[in-house]
Structures are given as structure tokens and as C-alpha cells.
């Protein structure tokens, strides 16, 4: 899985599809924004509600991660008028951190297994979302609960 990583952000890299971009303000636990307005939401994640249990602490933990910090992306569509994008910080893949950390869910929908292996050892150390019962109610049930 790291040589995959590793290959794709050098193929970013390579190909200028990446760009990087100042963060200036964390929404929640997988949305934060760029100084210059855009609205970037992490690939292949995804983080509890700020109403759920833990989505404070989701936001909090993206939110000292990244804030004023300088992100490289490799943006791969949309999603709500937000860029969907794989988030890279001195060389570490954003996405996988808040997986490995049990701060967010694998969206297996969109990442296939490529956090599977981080997020099971999560499971399994029961870090994070993994503390609660059952590992706590998805945040895509919550949101179908709710609208």
C-alpha cells in the first residue's frame, strides 16, 4: 500500500496535477478551506458529524494537523461544491492519519481498501471512533438519520 501511495503523489507530483495551498480553517473532521476560498474535502475519509460522539475531537485532530500549514493536492472530483482530494503534509498521506488514529472511517466506497490495513489495527487497538460500541453510528447513517 506505501509504494502505491508513493507512486501516486509522484505521479502528482510529476504530472502538475498537484498543487499546494495554505489551510485556513478546519470545518470538521474531513472539510477544512484554503486561504484562497476553496472548499477541500478529504479523499477516501470520512469523519464523524460535528454532532456525533467524537466529532469535535475528529475536527480538533484535522485541525491541529493541518491549520496554516502548506497541503499538496491531488484533487480527484466533487462533492457539495467541495474539491475532493487526496491531502499530503510533509509527505504524509492526511487521509490515512486520521484513519491510522481512528479520527475517520475508510469510505470504501471511494478508496476501495487502500486504509483498510490502518483502519483495522485501529479497530483493533480501539482508537478513536473504535472506542465506542460497535465503533459508533457511520457518519453516512447519521446523515441519512438526519436530513
Known amino acids: 500500500m506505501r509504494k502505491i501511495m508513493v507512486l501516486l503523489f ?37 469523519a464523524p458529524e460535528l454532532k456525533q460522539p467524537l466529532g469535535i475531537t475528529s475536527r480538533n485532530f484535522l485541525n491541529h494537523l493541518i491549520d496554516d500549514q502548506t497541503v499538496h493536492l491531488l484533487c480527484v472530483g466533487k462533492s457539495y461544491r467541495r474539491k475532493v482530494c487526496m491531502v499530503q503534509l510533509h509527505h504524509q498521506d492526511v487521509g490515512k492519519d486520521l484513519v ?14 487502500v486504509y483498510t490495513d490502518v483502519e483495522n489495527i485501529a479497530k483493533s487497538q480501539h482508537l478513536g471512533v473504535w472506542s465506542l460500541p460497535d465503533g459508533g453510528v457511520r457518519p453516512w447513517v447519521y446523515r441519512s438519520e438526519n436530513r
Do not use: P
Open 10 to 46: 509522484l505521479a502528482m507530483a510529476l504530472s502538475n496535477v498537484a498543487w499546494a495551498q495554505r489551510v485556513c480553517q478546519v470545518h470538521d473532521g474531513d472539510t477544512f478551506k484554503l486561504c484562497n476560498g476553496q472548499s477541500i474535502r478529504v479523499w477516501g475519509v470520512d
Open 100 to 113: 491510522e488514529q481512528g479520527y475517520a472511517y475508510e469510505s470504501r466506497e471511494y478508496s476501495g481498501t
